[in-house]
């Protein structure tokens, strides 16, 4: 099965497989802290549950995924919640990132293969204004052992030193290795290990 078809299949249930509810690392971090801005690109967004909220916050939300089902199923909880989201079908290994355009990119549990991986950390490197922010959480290869979702492969999970080499062109305002516990749908449940990022493109 390629990825695409995975994805969709994954999405094809009437239910929210991730829920419908934000991750509570970005609602947390974007409750408390202001941004400067109002475009938002959420990407490898799945059914849009983040995207949607940062909608209902007046966010200008853009939503990137791969699987055509999952932004359909997207669309509908947008207007469920009265709130406009634009929608791309987008292959990150082929994406066209625009210059210095978002004020805020986050990727939510978007685990890449690793050419994937640094295609992504640098589209967004680019697509980010000066100043703009990028808000990730992500499974650390440590998730491995708690088997409560996520990918199998190490290869597709992340490290701290991955997030420490974007410091060059980042500032670090959030790097946290933290187990946590998240109840995101039917295939997020339990003790978690997570790294979570938020840096500012300098």
């Not at 703009?132 to 708690?146: D, I, N």
């Amino acid at each position: 099965m390629n990825v695409l078809s995975k994805w969709d299949e994954r999405f094809s249930s009437e239910d929210y497989v991730y829920g419908t509810e934000p991750n509570e690392f970005l609602r947390e971090w974007i409750t408390s802290h202001q941004i400067e801005g109002k475009r938002v690109l959420a990407i490898a967004e799945g059914e849009g549950r983040n995207a949607v909220w940062l909608a209902t916050l007046d966010f200008d939300v853009e939503m990137w995924d791969a699987s055509k089902v999952g932004l359909e199923k997207a669309k509908r909880l947008a207007t469920s919640r009265n709130v406009s989201l634009q929608t791309k079908q987008i292959d990150l290994n082929e994406a066209d990132w625009s210059q210095d355009t978002y004020d805020l990119v986050i990727c939510i549990f978007g685990h890449f293969p690793p050419h994937v991986r640094e295609k992504v950390l640098a589209g967004i490197l680019k697509t980010l204004r000066p100043g703009g922010v990028f808000l990730t959480e992500v499974y650390s290869t440590h998730q491995l052992a708690y088997g409560t979702g996520g990918p199998k492969d190490v290869s597709l999970l992340y490290t701290e030193e991955m997030f420490h080499q974007l410091e060059d062109n980042f500032i670090s305002l959030v790097l946290n290795e933290n187990v946590v516990w998240r109840e995101e749908g039917t295939l997020h449940h339990g003790e978690s290990a997570v790294i979570q990022y938020v840096g500012q493109k300098r």
